[in-house]
């Protein structure tokens, strides 16, 4: 392996390694109805990520295309900061 690509490993072994007891309940994260009815931030995070291969170690394994709850969950933390 590459220098680049070990550190890579060395970091996803070290910050992505998750029990059952540290899993995230994904239903927690579907969209309300009124973020589905055109809430302009929720619909900014959508045409970013739509697009977009994301995995979630905590709640799912592999990846998947972009969805509603990955949104939610970009959403509730960036309204965590606001």
Known sequence: MKKEEQRIARHLAKHH?????QAIQWS??????EMLDNDPLFDAIWDVIKTWDI????A????????????RAIYDAIKRIK
């Open 60 to 71: 799912y394994w592999g990846y998947t295309g972009g969805t509603g709850n990955h949104v």
């Open 17 to 21: 390694t998750h029990t059952k007891s």
């Open 28 to 33: 927690d994260y579907n969209p309300t109805p």
């Open 55 to 58: 995995g979630v170690p905590a």
